[in-house]
Nanobody, 117 residues
């Protein structure tokens, strides 16, 4: 069974930075999609950043220019560098992978990010 283990969350002041990591127990090369979602309390889960099969990074409008997604196929780890953090970035962040367009997402356990004002 594939496992995704996230780390790097925590409490940071507004304007600060955090780097999230997601280690996969399977190869992350040649996947249909992989990336990060987040879910704030009382809200639906939303896509933050992802790679799709053309290797192009996609970002939510509200994080463009502040967040950067990257991956290391050699260590099967993906990252989310978050800069200029805002209180509205506070959420549980989940990494995910999807092998093909027809298979379901595999999720990590989530890591809490809290940005204080």
């Amino acid at each position: 069974q594939v496992q995704l283990v996230e780390s790097g969350g925590g409490l940071v002041q507004a304007g600060g930075s955090l780097r999230l990591s997601c280690a996969a127990s399977t190869s992350i090369s040649s996947l249909y999609a992989l990336g990060w979602y987040r879910q704030a309390s009382g809200d639906e889960r939303e896509l933050v950043a992802a790679f799709f099969d053309d290797e192009t990074a996609t970002y939510a409008d509200n994080v463009k220019g502040r967040f950067a997604i990257s991956k290391d196929n050699g260590t099967n780890t993906m990252y989310l560098q978050m800069n200029s953090l805002k209180p509205e970035d506070t959420a549980v962040y989940y990494c995910y992978i999807r092998r093909t367009w027809s298979t379901p997402n595999v999720w990590g356990q989530g890591t809490q990010v809290t940005v204080s004002s």
